[in-house]
């Protein structure tokens, strides 16, 4: 099973036949039990917190989901005989529904309204679409500040660059660090866009929160739990990438762990998975916005950079997953690709971004969307 699950996930399109049998294991787990306590339209703030109380006193964790006409609870943890019948009796309670999807804060079935978060003028998802742009790396003060200022006049929100790099080989560019963030920090002053960027380790996420306005865990650490537990715990928002070998239902059980730990600011991202095709780096699916969009609440956000590793195939892959209905873009921009330190091959230059941001807005403003 150790052997299997090493398999389906350190490998590429063989491994699928594999990760279809793993799932079906990790989803399954008959001890434990997931319900949704509905509260009553006209329940108050100190009835939510009895009812949480009364959750927790069973064993259960609750979490507390506030919508805009009730508020629902998520009961979660070990299963045991007659806790349904025990919740739906108490007065404060609607009703409670048993959550059959293996993610369960993450389900569109515990929340049906979208989830927006929002960081400056950085607004992921209700119908609105956020681009977040910049350099692959922080390389220095000019190449930020020029990013920044150029994505800015473009139309970006958020400001993309990373600090510590995940990078392939231990012998390219790892990354500015802590001046990195410095520069972002510095970026953010001059033109008020939303820094992103990566953390890497559960002992840098105090340092990048410093800074960053929204922690980006990279494709390679999705499954790093103690690291998606940790910024779990932390206030800032979380752009989570898609592993390139991870199932969907692997990717929001990922977002669960994070949600878990009370960080209702997930953001669902997107950036390309493993296949035989070696035209583009990764292969884009853009199905995974509709289909996503379905199960879950949180806002999704395609990365057609990494998704594709060819700039002139960026801008195309932009403008249809704006067309697929997604809430936010990750595009990489750089004042001079050619001289980039870090994937110039997939970068823009200002101006190529500056024409993509044209055609995303004709697109978003076709189907009444606001970007
Ligand atoms: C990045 O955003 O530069 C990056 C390393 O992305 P990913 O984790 O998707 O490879
Ligand atoms: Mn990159």
Do not use: W
């Not at 306590?37 to 009895?50: G, L």
């Not at 249809?320 to 330190?341: F, K, M, S, Y």
């Amino acid at each position: 099973m150790a052997l299997l699950h090493a398999l389906a996930t350190r490998t590429g399109s063989g491994a699928l036949f594999v990760r279809s049998i793993t799932d079906t294991f990790a989803c399954e787990d008959k001890t434990r039990t997931t319900m949704i306590v509905v509260m009553k339209q006209q329940a108050t703030d100190e009835m939510i917190h009895s009812v949480a109380a009364r959750i927790e006193s069973m064993g259960l964790k609750a979490h507390v989901i506030v919508g805009t006409e009730r508020t629902v609870i998520a009961a979660i943890g070990e299963k045991r005989d007659g806790e349904q019948e025990t919740l739906s009796s108490l007065e404060e309670v609607d009703k409670v529904v048993p959550i059959l999807a293996p993610y369960k804060v993450a389900s569109r079935e515990t929340k049906s309204e979208p989830t927006v978060v929002r960081s400056h003028d950085l607004i992921l998802g209700g119908g609105h679409v956020g681009v977040i742009a910049g350099p692959c790396s922080v390389e220095s003060e000019e190449q930020i500040l020029e990013s920044a200022r150029q994505v800015k006049l473009a139309g970006a929100t958020g400001l993309r660059g990373g600090a510590f790099k995940p990078r392939t080989s231990p012998y390219s560019f790892q990354g500015l660090k802590e001046e990195g963030l410095k520069l972002l920090a510095a970026a953010r002053e001059e033109t008020g866009l939303a820094v992103v960027t990566e953390v890497m380790t559960p002992d840098h996420v105090s340092l990048v929160g410093n800074y960053a306005d929204v922690l980006q865990i990279g494709a390679r650490n999705m499954q790093n739990y103690h690291l998606l537990q940790a910024v779990g715990e932390s206030d800032k928002p979380v752009l989570l990438k898609r592993g390139p070998s991870a199932s969907i239902d692997e990717f929001l059980l990922a977002a669960e762990y994070i949600l878990d730990q009370g960080n209702a600011q997930v953001v669902l991202c997107e950036r390309g998975i493993r296949t035989f095709e070696t035209h583009t780096r990764f292969t884009l699916p853009l199905a995974t916005v509709p289909y996503l969009r379905q199960r879950t609440h949180l806002p999704i956000v395609i990365d057609p950079s990494h998704g594709t590793g060819v700039a002139s195939l960026v801008s195309p892959m932009a403008v249809a997953a704006i067309a697929a209905d997604c809430d936010g873009l990750i595009i990489e921009v750089h004042p001079n690709p050619a001289e980039a330190l870090s994937d110039g091959a997939q970068s823009l230059t200002p101006a190529q971004f500056a024409d993509t941001m044209i055609r995303c807005r004709l697109v978003a403003e076709a189907l009444s969307r606001s970007i």
